[in-house]
């Protein structure tokens, strides 16, 4: 449902954005560029594992599709179609 899907990016979005502050933040105090890597994967890892299965919090609002029509016989489809012109060469 699209409620889920908005919930979805917004969880995402925030725990990137939040990673990506505190890699920043720890990567500056402790003058090491790979622990702003690390700790920015570990936010997408934690990211995709909350985001990515459909858990029941993201489909709480499903779509109402419209019911199945049922249609007649297959002959009277073929004979509500229109012959094919083939183009001449």
């Known amino acids: 449902d699209y409620k889920g899907q908005k919930l979805a990016e917004q969880i995402f979005q925030g725990i990137i954005l939040v990673s990506a502050v505190i890699g920043f933040i720890y990567g500056y105090i402790t003058?090491?560029?790979g622990?702003?890597?690390?700790i920015v994967m570990a936010g997408f890892?934690?990211?995709c594992l909350?985001?990515?299965p459909p858990?029941?919090?993201y489909r709480r609002n499903p779509l109402k599709?419209?019911?199945?029509q049922e249609s007649g016989t297959e002959d009277k489809k073929?004979?509500?179609r229109k012959p094919k012109r083939h183009a001449k060469s």
């Open 45 to 47: 890892a934690l990211s």
């Open 31 to 33: 003058e090491q560029f």
């Open 35 to 38: 622990w702003t890597v690390y």
């Open 65 to 68: 599709w419209l019911p199945v």
């Open 78 to 80: 073929a004979a509500d």
């Open 50 to 52: 909350l985001t990515l």
């Open 55 to 57: 858990w029941p919090m």
